[in-house]
């Protein structure tokens, strides 16, 4: 367990100097270690850590499937912190929205703003609301 947390701090550090790769490294291994203890749910937050950073550097392709693991994770989970869920909603939310899905990402969009909501963080809603007033109404 200390070396999945030492890991993460480690990615933190790497992510914040912009070092992409040995953040990802930090973080998959910590995500490894999580995996194999059936710690779903901080498997679940790393995971989608691994995802901002490939979101971060453009590639969809390497983010999608984390974000999608994550929240099939989050949502099976009576434990899911609203927060974690809606933290990984939002930026899943951003990846069909640049994909060009705007009927998936406005669903998406939706439940962001309701989870924010129901945590009263009005930035998160302010947020949601923006990217839902410039789609497209199917």
């Known amino acids: 367990m200390h070396a999945a947390i030492e890991a993460i701090s480690k990615g933190r550090q790497a992510r914040n100097e912009g070092d992409y790769e040995a953040a990802r490294e930090y973080y998959s291994s910590a995500a490894k270690v999580y995996r194999e203890t059936n ?4 498997y679940a937050h790393t995971i989608r ?7 971060e550097e453009h590639n969809l392709e390497g983010a999608k499937p984390l974000f999608e ?16 869920l ?9 990846l069909i929205e640049e994909e060009g899905d705007s009927v998936l990402a406005r669903k ?6 309701s989870l924010y909501g129901s945590l009263r963080l009005t930035l998160g809603v302010s947020e ?6 410039q789609l497209k109404k199917p």
């Open 69 to 84: 693991e994550a929240l099939e994770l989050y949502r099976s989970n009576l434990n899911t912190k609203l927060l974690d």
């Open 108 to 113: 998406l969009w939706e439940e962001a703003r």
């Open 128 to 133: 949601c609301e923006s990217h839902l007033s």
């Open 49 to 55: 850590h691994i995802a901002d950073i490939y979101q």
């Open 39 to 42: 710690e779903l749910l901080a």
């Open 86 to 94: 809606a933290n990984t909603v939002r930026p899943y939310a951003l």
